[in-house]
């Protein structure tokens, strides 16, 4: 085969073959794309940022409302659950002063052992006085938190030093004996002190707060541990807790004193249970027992004037040892040239042998004092 009719075959031969580029569907050709115009692009994009933005501003606006809701009901529970603490405070430190002043009134038990009962209670009103130290305070508050501890403080105080004069208001000793019921009585002053403070400067600044969030007042209440004025005057303090009683009278600036006007009294009688009582060296008295111990005192006028506010103090020392009692009674008015009964009545029974005595206090003008005291030698029992 010569050159000519080899390429005439291998033209024809490939002519043969499927052409090797695709066909173009039949359907319709795309539209053209429009032209973008300047500027279209950044359009867009500041579109979507202001959209962007404008989502983020509301999602902060919720957010802080939230966290201001969130705030404002804490600060609303702060300031409740502080008010609600101050009051347990209160209430507590009420019942402590309660206690205290009941024990004091107990004329017939141990002085040693009342001493430690009101010590006790001190040392609990203490522990409150910590507890307002350590109150978490809302802001706004710190005032009466300040005050709120200083109240709790003077009452502490005062109990503590009630428990450490009482062993000596009712001992044996006259000037003792008073200068510690007046130094009582000055405690008293001191709770006094404690109630004005809480009302003045705990609980109108709790108000002002509560006031401040709207919320309402109800809840709040002042502490008032000394609802008996009283308790301020020794002759009274002395009487309840039977100690000594001053001389009141003495003080009198319209009484004076001359050499024509007597003053004064005796003992005329005693009487233990109905029993009427004997003194003298070796005589011993049999009174029988009764469910409540009490004894009369007929209270002679020997002088020349009524007198008034005149004490008259009954004691008994077991003779075998232990703990005794004293109880003051205070007779108001004493009629010159009159015999009066005083009763003075025990709060508990009291049995075996015990040495009682019995004394009229001396009142303004008086000198003869000889005839104002009385011992017996008692023994109660069958």
């Not at 000594?244 to 004193?257: E, G, K, M, N, V």
């Not at 005796?266 to 003194?279: E, F, P, Q, R, Y």
Request: aromatic letters at 4%; glycine letters at 8%; one cysteine or more.
């Amino acid at each position: 085969m010569g050159p000519a009719h080899q390429t005439r075959f291998f033209v024809a031969f490939f002519d043969d073959d499927p052409p090797t580029q695709q066909r173009r569907s039949s359907g319709p050709p795309p539209p053209p794309r429009p032209p973008r115009r300047p500027g279209t692009d950044r359009q867009d994009i500041l579109r979507r940022q202001l959209t962007a933005g404008g989502g983020l501003v509301v999602l902060l606006a919720f957010i802080a409302f939230g966290l201001h809701s969130c705030v404002s009901s804490a600060h609303l529970n702060a300031a409740k659950n502080y008010d609600q603490t101050v009051n347990d405070l209160g209430t507590r430190s009420v019942s402590n002063v309660s206690q205290a002043l009941e024990v004091l009134t107990k004329t017939s038990q141990d002085p040693i052992a009342q001493s430690q009962s009101i010590s006790d209670l001190a040392s609990d009103s203490a522990k409150l006085t910590e507890e307002a130290r350590k109150l978490k305070t809302p802001g706004g508050l710190e005032g009466a938190t300040q005050n709120l501890a200083t109240s709790l403080s003077l009452r502490a105080t005062a109990l503590k030093r009630i428990s450490e004069l009482l062993g000596k208001a009712k001992g044996n000793s006259e000037s003792a004996s008073e200068t510690a019921t007046q130094s009582i009585a000055g405690q008293m002053e001191a709770l006094l002190a404690s109630d004005v403070l809480w009302q003045l400067r705990v609980t109108p600044f709790i108000k002002e707060k509560f006031q401040d969030l709207n919320l309402s007042t109800d809840s709040i209440s002042s502490s008032v541990v000394l609802k008996d004025a009283t308790w301020l005057n020794t002759a009274t303090v002395s009487n309840r807790i039977g100690g000594q009683t001053p001389d009141t009278a003495a003080a009198d600036p319209t009484i004076t004193c001359t050499a024509d006007v007597a003053h004064g009294h005796a003992i005329a009688s005693v009487l233990a249970n109905g029993k009427t009582l004997n003194s003298g060296t070796g005589v011993i008295n049999q009174v029988p027992a009764a469910s409540g111990t009490s004894f009369t005192v007929n209270v002679a006028n020997q002088g020349d004037a009524d007198e008034s506010n005149v004490s008259i103090i009954v004691s008994g020392k077991p003779q075998g040892g232990g703990s005794g009692f004293s109880t003051t009674k205070k007779l108001a008015v004493s009629p010159q040239g009159k015999t009066t009964p005083v009763v003075v009545n025990l709060t508990k029974a009291i049995s075996n042998s015990y040495t009682i005595s019995v004394e009229i206090k001396k009142v303004q003008c008086e000198k003869t004092l000889d005839n104002n005291k009385a011992t017996y030698s008692v023994i109660f029992g069958s």
